[in-house]
């Protein structure tokens, strides 16, 4: 994992769009999806000694909450659950030679599950790193003009960002949250509206 971060620490990237940038937009086709439970771990995470230090509680939060910010404007009637582990970060920090301009990263695993159906639909865990954006410093490195939490929810927020594209892709894909044909829709006040197969599929 450190080998893996001074690799991503000295590489120049292209210039990644603010996650948060669309949110003002309505959400992009995700089919019949309700995102029902929020967990993000961090048991084993790991950073590089230069990094800048959060708490477990502030990264996992920071990453619940974005998470929180794009998808709960999805309104579906079919409930998702993520499960995500933060598997290691680096909040790039004040100090170092300008000629490294140090980039913040966050590696993170994804697991998503089908509550409905009762089914993980991710055979394993989907693995994202992302980078902060350059708006939050790209010439002398963000670690002059952010603080370690707006760094934090920078990186957060292109995380959740990075996810909706995984899920959109996988359901363009795969039809993970289109809602199947026979489906049995409750509606408050009233009986089922059963699809043209669900009276075959009561027992």
């Not at 120049?12 to 999806?33: E, I, M």
């Not at 929180?68 to 009637?77: H, P, S, V």
């Not at 582990?85 to 966050?106: C, D, F, H, N, T």
Request: negative net charge; glycine residues 6%.
């Amino acid at each position: 994992m450190f080998r893996v971060f001074a690799i991503l620490m000295t590489v120049t990237f292209v210039a990644a769009c603010n996650g948060a940038s669309d949110l003002n937009k309505p959400p992009v086709p995700l089919g019949d999806f309700n995102l029902y439970h929020n967990i993000v771990v961090a048991p084993k995470v790991q950073k590089l000694p230069i990094s800048r230090e959060v708490s477990e509680e502030v990264l996992t939060t920071a990453v619940k909450d974005a998470i929180a910010e794009r998808f709960d404007r999805y309104d579906g009637t079919r409930d998702y659950h993520f499960g995500i582990s933060v598997e290691g970060y680096v909040l790039a920090p004040p100090g170092i030679p300008l000629v490294l301009a140090p980039k913040s990263v966050m590696i993170l695993n994804l697991n998503v599950w089908d509550d409905a159906a009762g089914k993980k639909l991710t055979e394993k865990p989907h693995q994202i790193t992302v980078f902060e954006s350059f708006d939050q410093g790209p010439i002398v490195g963000s670690g002059y003009t952010k603080t370690a939490e707006e760094q934090l929810k920078n990186l957060s927020q292109n995380a959740a960002k990075s996810i909706e594209g995984y899920l959109v892709k996988q359901n363009e894909a795969e039809g993970w949250f289109n809602r199947p044909a026979d489906a049995v829709i409750v509606r408050s006040g009233s009986a089922p509206v059963s699809g043209p197969a669900s009276a075959a599929s009561t027992e």
